[in-house]
């Protein structure tokens, strides 16, 4: 079946400017994970939706990023006000259940801030 | 919170040779253990998991060991290939907290 999909899967932004990244997860699946990945390092976590609740947004660095689920579907993160410290990758990932422990990750959304 | 190392962050094996990748972690109430390849303009791969009630798992070529007084697990991989060749991160989580911690990745380099 179909894997998590994110668009746009490439994203340039000028510094100041507001973005807006899309995850479609698994259908079905009921929690869901954005991740942060820098050039050269692991994933880093930033906030987590289990339906359309977000129980943990430890990980968002700052109040410019935002994200959310209102549907329990489809995910948004959105940065507002980008600053080159921004640039990364922004990966999704959705697991069954809550408690089910395997995550299964889309390509991710390739941000660069100038 | 959880700390993940991980080692090597380059290794290079001939085609046929034997790979291992080594994680160890720092919160005891971490009972799962993912690893992931990813490929270049890919998202993570999940390849193995473990979960703290078992020491060992296989799946064809590569198998994940746990050793949960130490706090470290290990990828192996026989009989390599060169589609083998990919970054690989070892992770951990638990029950509480469903969020991922990962390593900082090892590349893998197979040559044929």
């Known amino acids: 079946g179909a894997g998590v999909s994110q668009s746009p899967r490439y994203k340039v932004a000028k510094r100041g400017q507001d973005v807006a990244l899309r995850c479609d997860p698994i259908?079905?699946?009921?929690?869901l994970f954005w991740y942060q990945q820098a050039l050269g390092q692991g994933p880093e976590f930033l906030t987590y939706f289990q339906n359309e609740a977000q129980l943990d947004k430890s990980g968002l660095p700052s109040d410019r990023f935002f994200a959310e689920r209102p549907e329990g579907s489809v995910s948004t993160l959105k940065i507002q006000r980008t600053q080159q410290e921004d640039s990364a990758v922004y990966l999704c990932a959705s697991s069954l259940e809550y408690h089910s422990y395997e995550q299964y990750f889309g390509p991710g959304t390739r941000l660069t801030v100038t | 919170g959880e700390n993940v190392e991980q080692h090597p962050s380059t290794l290079s094996v001939q085609e046929g040779d034997s790979a291992v990748i080594k994680c160890t972690y720092s919160d005891s109430a971490s009972n799962y253990f993912p690893w992931y390849k990813q490929e270049l303009g890919k998202g993570p791969q999940l390849i193995i998991d473990i979960r703290s009630n078992v020491g060992e798992k296989k799946d064809q070529r590569i198998a994940v060991t746990l050793n949960k007084t130490a706090k470290h697990f290990s990828l192996h991989i026989t009989e390599t290939q060169p589609e083998d060749s990919a970054v690989y991160f070892c992770?951990?989580?638990?029950?509480?907290?469903?969020?991922?911690?990962f390593g900082t990745g090892t590349r893998l380099l197979v040559s044929p």
């Open positions: 992770a951990a989580s638990n029950t509480g907290f469903q969020k991922l911690v």
């Open positions: 259908s079905g699946h009921v929690s």
